[in-house]
């Protein structure tokens, strides 16, 4: 039986870890949510994510500059957002093997270089890891200062930008243009906002922001291994879909994924061991069951997915 000082600490770590999970949900699915909300869906975010973990790792190591990793995760995101642009808005390729393509390539090809560069090495090769900031005063906070005000600086910085993005969307001129051409480009067309310009924006946008997921997840160990993104990219697909592209109500989503992530490791904090491999599929369970629930009240953007071509 857990005693009450065991579940207090189970509580604490579930809520520590489950920020630092939830900032690289919300980091993919903000990006995915404004390429989606703009008529593109970029199924590619899972190799983008790995993409971006490499390239910040790499940079991070060689030059011990871990905030120089975070900007090259980002430039890497916007690099492989820039090809599936390509092929989904330019040679109008269906969006949804673009991404696919783009997702095999980006995974294959940081694995790839991985292999041939830093795992030759007979140890692991550590990289500088983002370091924690704590909030003054409010760190101090008893039981959850540790767990809520003790974190990155990137951590806070997506937090923050949510209700940013969110006036952007709905608030500016440049989102009700990234919802008219989501809904309707022809109509968006015809009033002289241009159609591509605008979705190679919202994928660029989308792609930087799972490079930086990436930068995140490797940053934070300082380590870059095969398999290090573990499905997140699909994940937060999922989530901004759940989320009906609101990013509010991303943050709320991806703080459920983080929350149901950190269940695992933090069983682990206090003793209790269970088998890893269940504990994995917690979310991708829990995107299935949110599927379900939202399937028939879901409205997507009307030209989801749908190319666009200038009459």
């Known amino acids: 039986m857990i005693s009450s000082y065991t579940l207090l600490d189970f509580i604490i770590a579930v809520i520590g870890v489950g920020i630092s999970y939830t900032t690289i949900y919300l980091a993919a699915s903000l990006g995915e949510i404004f390429s989606e909300k703009g008529g593109v869906m970029n199924l590619a975010l899972e190799g983008i994510m790995a993409m971006g973990a490499f390239v910040a790792y790499g940079i991070a190591f060689n030059t011990g500059n871990v905030y120089l990793g975070v900007v090259a995760g980002i430039v890497t995101g916007m690099m492989m957002g820039l090809l599936f642009g390509f092929l989904a808005i330019t040679i109008r390729i269906n969006q949804v093997l673009a991404g696919l393509s783009v997702w095999l390539v980006g995974y ?80 968006a067309d015809s009033v002289g906002i241009g159609v591509n310009k605008v979705r190679y924006a919202v994928v660029l946008f989308g792609s930087a922001m799972a490079g930086l997921a990436g930068a995140i997840i490797s940053l934070e160990v300082g380590l870059f291994i095969i398999g290090i993104t573990g499905g997140r990219g699909f994940i937060a697909v999922g989530i901004a879909v759940f989320s009906g592209f609101n990013p509010l109500y991303g ?61």
Do not use: C
């Open 108 to 187: 294959g090809i940081s694995y790839f270089l991985y292999e041939l560069t830093y795992n030759r090495s007979l140890i692991l090769l550590h990289a500088p890891t983002l370091p924690d900031v704590p909030i003054p005063y409010l760190v101090s906070i008893p039981y959850i200062g540790q767990a809520l005000f003790n974190h990155t600086i990137i951590d806070y910085i997506v937090y923050l930008i949510v209700p940013l993005l969110w006036y952007i969307m709905f608030k500016t001129k440049w989102g009700l243009k990234i919802i008219a051409v989501g809904e309707n480009p022809r109509a």
């Open 251 to 311: 943050l709320l989503a991806s703080l459920l994924f983080g929350v149901v992530s950190a269940v695992g490791p933090s069983l682990a904090i206090i003793g209790i061991r269970i088998p890893y491999e269940f504990l994995d599929m917690l979310p991708f369970i829990l995107l299935i069951v949110a599927a379900m629930i939202i399937a028939r009240r879901l409205l997507t953007p009307s030209a989801l997915s749908m190319p666009y071509q200038r009459e």
